[in-house]
């Protein structure tokens, strides 16, 4: 049976995490065949400042992947994420070509290259994706597929999902020091939307947030298609480090002090209960209030909403999602975390789910969400014009843009 071979890659803060998977031809859904992930070396706080520790990492995450699978591997998909990503928007109008007046592929094109001539110039930023959020016919928006309807002229609203070249530079440099080429990458909530987030959810109006360690990014859907995104500053390793400078201990216990007794929920801990640090560090007579615990955790969280409130009001949906948000990544876990973030956000709040994959552990499942995103992304990419993987319009297939803009719709 005639297979393809595609393989993932996300390097994170905390883990950088490897998927192999299979394509078989006239199947919908991939088979995971290995899986492979290693702590990070050589990044802090999304930033790559060793080359070689991170080079070495990325090979001990592939190479575990390669065991598992017993498949070689040559190239991956990447996902890109971190505070290197900025978003904005741009518009591009053009008139319809034909004499018929009848909006055509190349149509859309023009007007998706003419909202990037809006886009400043920068030799510091790479453009990841271009992704029209409404198109507009002569007076009609709201439009999602104009293909096919008449009209004289053709708008278009794209979200523009940039990131850091120098940042990307030496990402791909590290990949290539691990011996792969990378086919191209993907804006890593974009692709974790992709399994974490149902049609039915993009349709309403949903936000999905990766906390992930150094940062947390976010994308938010409505009708189908994506009208916002960007990074926030904050994530798993800040409450560690909270943790660490509150109970005065290394970074390494407050982690295993985190994992073991945090929650997001103060008033739910009983007030004279206890955490020993010997339980951590032999022989140590301090202890702790797990209550003062949950304040630490709670009080560092409230930080992220507030700046994820803060985004949501930039697009006017302060508690106008109806299908509201979507956590992933490993913090999602944290006990209380879904209640506070119901009560801080005002809105619906679930965990995401990665079906069909064989991984035991929920933290570590909800950790890879992202990277098997980037793997449902890259089977769908014959049927994907080249602006969703990369910022070259001219790889744009005219003959994909109609199957494109209908794969958008709910």
Not at 366 to 389: K, Y
């Amino acid at each position: 049976m005639a297979h393809t071979i595609i393989a993932a890659l996300d390097v994170g803060s905390s883990t950088i995490q490897t998927v192999i998977a299979e394509q078989r031809r006239g199947e919908n859904s991939l088979h995971v065949l290995g899986v492979g992930v290693a702590a990070s070396a050589g990044v802090r706080r999304g930033v790559i400042v060793n080359i070689d520790d991170a080079t070495a990492a990325i090979r001990q995450s592939v190479a575990e992947a390669v065991q598992a699978s017993g498949v070689p591997l040559r190239s991956v998909w990447l996902a890109v994420g971190d505070a290197h990503v900025t978003v904005s928007s741009s518009r591009g109008v053009v008139a319809v070509s034909r004499a018929d007046q009848e909006i055509s592929p190349e149509d859309v094109r023009r007007a998706i290259a003419a909202a990037e001539t809006f886009i400043p110039k920068n030799a510091n930023k790479e453009i990841l994706h271009i992704i029209p959020r409404d198109f507009r016919v002569d007076n009609e928006s709201g439009v999602k597929d104009p293909v096919g309807m008449h009209g004289v002229r053709l708008e278009v609203d794209t979200l523009i999902i940039e990131c850091s070249t120098p940042f990307l530079k030496n990402l791909l440099k590290c990949v290539d020091g691990a011996g792969l080429k990378v086919e191209d990458y993907i804006f890593s909530p974009y692709a974790a939307a992709e399994v974490a987030l149902t049609k039915r959810q993009k349709e309403l109006g949903v936000m999905l947030v990766d906390i992930g360690g150094s940062t947390s990014s976010f994308m938010v859907f409505e009708e189908g298609v994506p009208i916002h995104a960007g990074v926030v500053p904050i994530g798993g390793s800040h409450i560690t480090n909270d943790v660490a400078i509150g109970f005065r201990t290394h970074i390494d216990i407050a982690e295993q002090i985190k994992l073991v007794h945090a929650s997001c929920l103060p008033d739910a801990i009983p007030r004279k209960e206890q955490i020993k640090l010997a339980d951590f560090v032999p022989e140590s007579p301090s202890s702790h209030n797990r209550r003062e615990l949950a304040e630490i955790v709670e009080a560092r969280l409230q930080d992220l909403f507030e700046l994820l409130q803060k985004e949501l009001k930039k697009i006017d949906r302060t508690r106008l999602l109806p299908a509201g948000v979507v956590l992933v990544g490993g913090s999602s876990l944290l006990p209380g975390l879904v209640e506070l973030t119901r009560e801080e956000l005002g809105l619906p709040v679930e965990l995401g789910r990665l079906e069909h994959a064989p991984i035991a552990d929920e933290s570590m499942a909800l950790s890879l969400i992202p990277v098997f995103g980037v793997l449902q992304w890259a089977s769908h990419r014959s049927e994907q014009p080249g602006s969703m993987w990369s910022p070259r319009l001219s790889r744009l297939n005219t003959n994909k843009v109609s199957k494109w803009l209908k794969s958008l719709l709910p």
